[in-house]
């Protein structure tokens, strides 16, 4: 497979971003995000995990990113073998709807470079919904993140690639693997919330309404202390078809 071809300006760091994006059903989101990491300096390794699309996902990861792998849906499983599959010392895992701020890859090199001492780190939430209540959920979710050093996967994790082998990835989950992964990075040392926002999708809340994905949020999170196992969670909380994606369908 032919990557997209940009020249690359000289890098004052050594590390590199590898860049990973669990995908299903995401023709119409994904190439936006490509085209911008593409452009990015230093241009970061791109990998496109697809769960098996019925669209034209896979043909437009294919013009753009440098790796396509296809797996069964899951989004741990999808994000999984992407972190294998990466060469760069820092793994960035993006949602296809994501849109990080201009010159992310630079800054995140940046303060991982000048902080050895962190493990990783994600980016302020924002919603491409101004308002009121998708206001209030993203400063409820900034808030969490930088007093409890837990942030989602919705606000474009990134670790090093030598703790993410420690910590042994993501759990195999359809759902509830980035928070599974996060409690364990928290235990292990210290992570850093950026200061500009990504935006993210607010489909899903517009989808259900926001009242009715909080409380499913509320009650995932509350499933998940009891106990249950994700089959479970995923049966009552989330259907197959929306398992490779970004933020749900």
């Not at 004052?12 to 119409?28: A, D, G, M, R």
């Amino acid at each position: 497979m032919a990557a997209a071809r940009i020249n690359q300006t000289a890098s004052p760091f050594n590390e590199t971003v590898s860049v990973i994006i669990p995908t299903l059903n995401e023709e119409k989101r994904l190439p936006k995000l490509l085209e911008f990491l593409v452009l990015e300096q230093p241009r970061p390794e791109v990998i496109v995990v697809d769960g098996g699309s019925l669209d034209h996902t896979a043909d437009k990861a294919e013009i753009w990113a440098d790796k396509l792998l296809v797996t069964p849906p899951g989004r741990g499983y999808q994000l999984n073998q992407g972190a294998k599959a990466a060469r760069g010392e820092i793994l960035w895992f993006l949602h296809a709807d994501s849109e990080p701020p201009r010159q992310s890859v630079s800054k995140i090199l940046e303060v991982m470079h000048n902080r050895p001492e962190l493990l990783g780190g994600a980016f302020r939430l924002k919603f491409d919904r101004t308002t009121l209540g998708m206001r209030a959920i993203a400063m409820g979710a900034n808030l969490r993140s930088r007093m409890f050093s837990m942030p989602w996967g919705d606000q474009g994790l990134f670790v090093r690639k030598s703790i993410f082998e420690e910590l042994g990835g993501f759990p195999d989950w359809p759902i509830m693997e980035d928070f599974a992964f996060q409690k364990l990075l928290a235990k292990r040392g210290k992570t850093y919330l950026m200061k500009d926002p990504l935006i993210t999708s607010a489909r899903r809340y517009e989808k259900l309404g926001t009242m009715k994905a909080m409380a499913l949020n509320f009650n995932t999170l509350w499933w998940y202390y009891r106990g249950k196992s994700a089959e479970e969670m995923q049966k009552k909380f989330r259907p197959l078809k929306e398992q490779g994606g970004g933020a749900d369908a």
